[in-house]
Structure formats: structure tokens, C-alpha cells
């Protein structure tokens, strides 16, 4: 009889880079979603974290202070020796720390199978994010040690060139006390960077004999970066420098939609702050659309009209409990008021036959919309799945242009629960720099649930129907695009930002002071 061995696990030491999660590679991605047990430091930042923690297993915080490196080195091989795959997550790069190094040759001992997955190194990622090239003699490094460092060495490199150096806050004026010692310039150039390629890096300039003071206030690592590299920030940084860096901008949509709005946000460097104010639910009787799947499999109908992603995924999700799936479309011609409808039905593999060109809306629908001709159409009826809120425009235009329809309740949508207090506040008092709005439901439950936003708050909008909504709730309308869609509608307020920053650069200081959002300013992009 042959005896099978437990299968082993594996250990693996990963770099998280800087910070963004963005600059996550993906064999450290990869490596992170097959793991069983996470070990992270202190110093990961909690951005990172948080998207780890809503795709990987369990996580566990530890500091480097609270133990000696052979501490994680054990909990890494008791793991694997049990069979699960552990992984030590470091911000940086894994050889860019000593203690880290000591633990790889802790496991390099054993049997147990390791591996390294280099991260962006801490120094030069914040440097290229801050837009300070190392030129030259180009030193980065992330250190742990200030004592370690060789500040003579360093000296000659900033001579030469520039250096790039990720150290704790606190150790500011020993870095500065070793580089006038040995012999640098106490007027040349220096740049500090807090937060790191996060949603609120700052950078400040200075000079070498200066720098401490300029950085009072900042915590948690920084990276210093001294030489002729520092000249170029003005024209080459860029992380800071986004259209809507800094601003916190509201998202109230579904829970579901809300994620690719806020991606298209962080893009343009805003931090958005996701409030649902809409719950998608079934219909209460689903007798209706059990007929309309019977219909479309039967060829009932010559067209199906999507309103809403939300409607594609109510069919999609009854195409699945029947086992149907995108042959069963075969015949059947597939409208959409708008393109990001229209991507939601691509992303089952089929392409619409109509999307209105201009007015994304249910006129510009109707308007491309051909009649029903007896001799052309020889099914003459449309299925229209669509919210139980919906208005009847679209029904009655079909119906005046001679087709039969059958307006089917898809979905549910109810008001959300109000967001916590802090963000009910923040609404109510000018926390939120702007709010976008992608319907008129969404303004009227905002409203609802958690008050009207501030005067000063830019009320970004995707239609005409719903700027009429939020100017029937006393809202001033100040950015709508040219056509309906969330990239659109964000691409606008970027533009809204562009502008409003040149309009206070122009102004005199006193007027600029606090007048940031304020007054009706009603732009619109076209």
C-alpha cells in the first residue's frame, strides 16, 4: 500500500511597493489571492490592506517591534508545514529590509519551498510619484536604520547626482545632522514626501540645513530626496498635480455601480466616498418576467429594450435559473438607451443593434428608433424589462410608432438605509467637495436619507432629467456633459476642477481665500 504525505505548503515574502495598490505587481497580486495565511507589518498601508482583505484570507498584523525576525520566520514555516501557503506581506521591496533578509535565510534552511516577489522599492517610487528624477549618481534606498546609513557616501552622490531615502518622520534630523556632516551643502535642494503615493501625498521643498522644520507635521515614513533631481519637481510631478487631487468627492449609487465610478475618481486623484442610496431588489410577483423569458425563448418578440444595467443583469439572472444563457437571444434584436447599458449587455457577449448616437436618454432612444412596418417586422412586439419607478415615455413612444409592448417589471428599487452620521454631516456641512449624481432617483434618496449637500458642494450631474430633479430640490447644477455616461460625467468634473483652479489662480489672494465652490457658477462642457 502506497502512503500519501500531506501535501506541503509554501512560503513566500512579498513586496507591496509603496503604497498604491495600483503598484502591486501582478506575481505579488497572484501570489496574495492563492495564499492561506497573510502576515503583514505596520507599515502596509491600510489602502492596500483594505483591498486585500476583500479578496484574500486571513491577515495578521505584526510589528517588527513586538518580536525578533525568527518570530514571523516560525509562524511562516508552521504553516507550511501544515500544509497552507503563508505569505509576508512588507511594504517596499522584501530585501530592502535586514530583518526581512534574516527571515529568508531562516526558511532557506528548512526543506520548505520559498520564494521572493520584489515590490517597487519605498525611495524611488515616492520620488518618481513626488516627480523628482534621480539624475546622475542616483542612490534610493528604504531604510529601517539611520545609524546604517554611510552619510559620507551619500554626500559624494549627492555631489553627483541624487539621493532617495524612505526613513520614519522622527529620524528627519539625524538624516539632516548626518548629511551636513559630512559635507553637504546646506542650501542644496530638498524635497519631502508624506504619504506616498496615497490618496493625500504632500510634498514640500527646501533645503538640506531647513528640511526638519518644513516637515513638522509629517508622520509615519517619508521619503527625502536631496540633489539636482529636485529642480525638476514643478514641471514633472504629477501625482499631486491631477485634475482632482485631494477633492472627496460623493458617489451615491448602488452598491454594485458605484465601484467603477469610483475607479474612474481615483484615476483623476479624487478620494471618493461611496453612499448607497439605492437598493436593487427583485419584483414582488415574478410571474411577469417568468412569461417574458418564455417569451424571448419562444420568439415573442422582435426587440428587447434595456433602460438600465441594472435591467441586463434582472434577465441575465433568469437566463441562469432556467440554464438559458446568450443563444437563447438568437433572433431577437437588442436596444439600449445608453452606452454604459449597452456594456453591461457586451459583457455577456452580445452586441446591441441599437445605442442612440446623441440623446442617451428615452427621446433620443425614440428618435432612432424605426416604426413598426407589417411587411418588414413580421413580429411586431418589444419586451421593455425596466424598474418599477420608471416613467412611461418610452412605452407610449413605442406604442405611437405601432409597436405592441409588453412594459415588464425587472427590479425593485427601494431607498437605501441612511449612511452613518459622520457622513450625514459631512453632507449637510460642506465635507464633500463634490457629489455626482447618475439619476434622478439618486437625488431624490440622497436628499431622503441624508440631506441636502452644501451650497459650496459642486453638484455634478449626468442628464437633463436629472439636472430637473436636483434643481426641483434646490440644488445649483454646475457640471453636466455632453453625453449621458459615468466616464463622461467624470471626465466633466475634471475639466469643472481644470477651470475652477485657473479662475483662482487668477484671482487676487483675498478674494481667493474660501471661495473654492462657492456661488452658481453653472458650467457646462459641451
Given at each position: 500500500?502506497?502512503?500519501?504525505r500531506?501535501p506541503a505548503?509554501?512560503?513566500a515574502?512579498?513586496?507591496?511597493?509603496?503604497g498604491?495598490?495600483?503598484l502591486?505587481t501582478?506575481?505579488?497580486?497572484?501570489?496574495?489571492l492563492e495564499?492561506d495565511?497573510?502576515v503583514?507589518?505596520?507599515?502596509?498601508p491600510d489602502?492596500?490592506l483594505?483591498t486585500?482583505?476583500a479578496?484574500?484570507?486571513?491577515l495578521?498584523?505584526?510589528?517588527?517591534?513586538?518580536?525578533v525576525?525568527?518570530?514571523?520566520?516560525?509562524?511562516?514555516?508552521?504553516?507550511a508545514?501544515?500544509?497552507?501557503?503563508?505569505?509576508?506581506?512588507?511594504?517596499?521591496?522584501?530585501f530592502g529590509?535586514?530583518?526581512v533578509?534574516?527571515?529568508v535565510q531562516a526558511?532557506?534552511?528548512?526543506?520548505?519551498?520559498?520564494?521572493?516577489v520584489?515590490?517597487?522599492p519605498?525611495a524611488?517610487g515616492?520620488?518618481?510619484?513626488a516627480g523628482?528624477?534621480l539624475?546622475?549618481?542616483?542612490t534610493a534606498?528604504?531604510?529601517?536604520?539611520?545609524t546604517t546609513?554611510?552619510f559620507d557616501?551619500l554626500a559624494a552622490?549627492v555631489?553627483h547626482?541624487?539621493?532617495?531615502l524612505?526613513v520614519?518622520?522622527?529620524?528627519l534630523a539625524?538624516?539632516?545632522?548626518?548629511l551636513l556632516?559630512?559635507?553637504?551643502d546646506?542650501?542644496a535642494?530638498?524635497?519631502?514626501?508624506?504619504d506616498g503615493?496615497?490618496?493625500?501625498q504632500?510634498?514640500?521643498?527646501?533645503?538640506v540645513?531647513s528640511f526638519?522644520?518644513?516637515a513638522l507635521g509629517?508622520?509615519?515614513?517619508?521619503?527625502?530626496t536631496?540633489g539636482?533631481?529636485?529642480?525638476?519637481?514643478?514641471?514633472l510631478?504629477?501625482?499631486e498635480r491631477r485634475?482632482l487631487?485631494?477633492?472627496?468627492?460623493?458617489?451615491?449609487?448602488t452598491?454594485e455601480?458605484?465601484?467603477?465610478m469610483?475607479a474612474?475618481l481615483?484615476a483623476?486623484?479624487?478620494?471618493?466616498?461611496?453612499?448607497p442610496?439605492?437598493?436593487?431588489?427583485p419584483?414582488?410577483t415574478?410571474a411577469?418576467?417568468e412569461?417574458?423569458?418564455?417569451g424571448?425563448v419562444d420568439?415573442?418578440?422582435?426587440?428587447v429594450?434595456?433602460?438600465?444595467?441594472?435591467?441586463?443583469?434582472a434577465?441575465w439572472e433568469?437566463?441562469g435559473?432556467h440554464?438559458?444563457?446568450?443563444r437563447?437571444?438568437?433572433g431577437v434584436?437588442?436596444?439600449?438607451i445608453?452606452?454604459?447599458?449597452?456594456?453591461?449587455?457586451r459583457s455577456f457577449?452580445?452586441q446591441?443593434?441599437?445605442?442612440?448616437a446623441?440623446?442617451?436618454?428615452?427621446?433620443?432612444?425614440?428618435?432612432e428608433f424605426a416604426?413598426y412596418?407589417?411587411?418588414?417586422?413580421?413580429?411586431?412586439?418589444?419586451l421593455?424589462?425596466?424598474?418599477?419607478?420608471?416613467t412611461e415615455t418610452?412605452?407610449a413612444?413605442l406604442?405611437?410608432?405601432g409597436?405592441e409592448v409588453d412594459?415588464?417589471?425587472a427590479?425593485r428599487?427601494?431607498r437605501?438605509?441612511?449612511?452613518p452620521?459622520?457622513?450625514r454631516?459631512?453632507?449637510?456641512s460642506?465635507?464633500?467637495d463634490?457629489?455626482?449624481?447618475t439619476?434622478?432617483s439618486t437625488?431624490?434618496n440622497l436628499?431622503?436619507?441624508?440631506g441636502?449637500?452644501?451650497q459650496?458642494?459642486?453638484?455634478?450631474?449626468?442628464?437633463p432629467?436629472?439636472?430637473e430633479t436636483?434643481?426641483?430640490?434646490?440644488l445649483?447644477v454646475?457640471v453636466q456633459?455632453?453625453?449621458a455616461?459615468?466616464?463622461d460625467?467624470?471626465?466633466a468634473?475634471a475639466?469643472?476642477?481644470?477651470?475652477?483652479?485657473?479662475?483662482?489662480a487668477?484671482m487676487?489672494?483675498?478674494?481667493r481665500?474660501?471661495?473654492k465652490?462657492q456661488g452658481?457658477?453653472?458650467?457646462?462642457?459641451r
Amino acid at each position: 500500500m502506497t502512503r500519501t504525505r500531506k501535501p506541503a505548503g509554501h512560503v513566500a515574502f512579498v513586496g507591496a511597493g509603496p503604497g498604491d495598490p495600483g503598484l502591486l505587481t501582478r506575481r505579488a497580486y497572484d501570489t496574495l489571492l492563492e495564499a492561506d495565511h497573510i502576515v503583514y507589518d505596520r507599515s502596509v498601508p491600510d489602502a492596500l490592506l483594505d483591498t486585500l482583505k476583500a479578496e484574500t484570507g486571513d491577515l495578521t498584523e505584526y510589528s517588527p517591534a513586538e518580536g525578533v525576525p525568527g518570530d514571523v520566520a516560525k509562524v511562516l514555516l508552521s504553516e507550511a508545514r501544515s500544509g497552507r501557503n503563508a505569505v509576508h506581506l512588507v511594504t517596499g521591496d522584501p530585501f530592502g529590509h535586514d530583518a526581512v533578509v534574516k527571515e529568508v535565510q531562516a526558511v532557506a534552511r528548512t526543506n520548505v519551498r520559498f520564494a521572493v516577489v520584489p515590490g517597487v522599492p519605498q525611495a524611488a517610487g515616492v520620488a518618481t510619484y513626488a516627480g523628482v528624477p534621480l539624475t546622475g549618481v542616483r542612490t534610493a534606498a528604504d531604510v529601517d536604520d539611520v545609524t546604517t546609513l554611510d552619510f559620507d557616501g551619500l554626500a559624494a552622490a549627492v555631489r553627483h547626482g541624487s539621493v532617495a531615502l524612505a526613513v520614519d518622520a522622527g529620524d528627519l534630523a539625524s538624516v539632516r545632522d548626518g548629511l551636513l556632516a559630512a559635507g553637504v551643502d546646506g542650501t542644496a535642494p530638498v524635497a519631502i514626501t508624506g504619504d506616498g503615493t496615497g490618496d493625500t501625498q504632500y510634498t514640500t521643498t527646501s533645503s538640506v540645513d531647513s528640511f526638519v522644520a518644513a516637515a513638522l507635521g509629517f508622520s509615519g515614513r517619508v521619503v527625502v530626496t536631496v540633489g539636482g533631481g529636485v529642480q525638476h519637481l514643478d514641471k514633472l510631478g504629477w501625482w499631486e498635480r491631477r485634475p482632482l487631487y485631494g477633492w472627496r468627492v460623493l458617489v451615491p449609487r448602488t452598491k454594485e455601480q458605484a465601484g467603477v465610478m469610483s475607479a474612474r475618481l481615483r484615476a483623476y486623484g479624487a478620494i471618493p466616498c461611496e453612499v448607497p442610496t439605492i437598493a436593487v431588489e427583485p419584483p414582488r410577483t415574478p410571474a411577469q418576467m417568468e412569461r417574458a423569458i418564455k417569451g424571448l425563448v419562444d420568439g415573442r418578440y422582435a426587440w428587447v429594450i434595456f433602460t438600465s444595467a441594472n435591467a441586463v443583469r434582472a434577465v441575465w439572472e433568469k437566463f441562469g435559473e432556467h440554464g438559458l444563457d446568450a443563444r437563447h437571444f438568437g433572433g431577437v434584436k437588442i436596444a439600449c438607451i445608453g452606452e454604459a447599458t449597452a456594456e453591461a449587455v457586451r459583457s455577456f457577449g452580445i452586441q446591441p443593434e441599437l445605442v442612440p448616437a446623441g440623446d442617451q436618454s428615452s427621446e433620443g432612444l425614440l428618435a432612432e428608433f424605426a416604426p413598426y412596418d407589417e411587411i418588414f417586422d413580421p413580429v411586431g412586439r418589444v419586451l421593455l424589462p425596466r424598474a418599477d419607478i420608471a416613467t412611461e415615455t418610452l412605452a407610449a413612444g413605442l406604442t405611437e410608432r405601432g409597436w405592441e409592448v409588453d412594459d415588464v417589471t425587472a427590479y425593485r428599487t427601494v431607498r437605501a438605509a441612511p449612511p452613518p452620521e459622520e457622513i450625514r454631516n459631512a453632507i449637510k456641512s460642506g465635507g464633500f467637495d463634490a457629489v455626482l449624481f447618475t439619476s434622478s432617483s439618486t437625488v431624490r434618496n440622497l436628499v431622503g436619507i441624508a440631506g441636502k449637500p452644501h451650497q459650496r458642494t459642486v453638484v455634478s450631474v449626468i442628464g437633463p432629467k436629472t439636472a430637473e430633479t436636483a434643481l426641483e430640490f434646490g440644488l445649483r447644477v454646475d457640471v453636466q456633459p455632453e453625453h449621458a455616461s459615468v466616464p463622461d460625467l467624470v471626465e466633466a468634473l475634471a475639466m469643472y476642477a481644470v477651470e475652477l483652479r485657473e479662475r483662482l489662480a487668477a484671482m487676487p489672494a483675498k478674494q481667493r481665500r474660501g471661495s473654492k465652490v462657492q456661488g452658481p457658477t453653472a458650467l457646462r462642457f459641451r
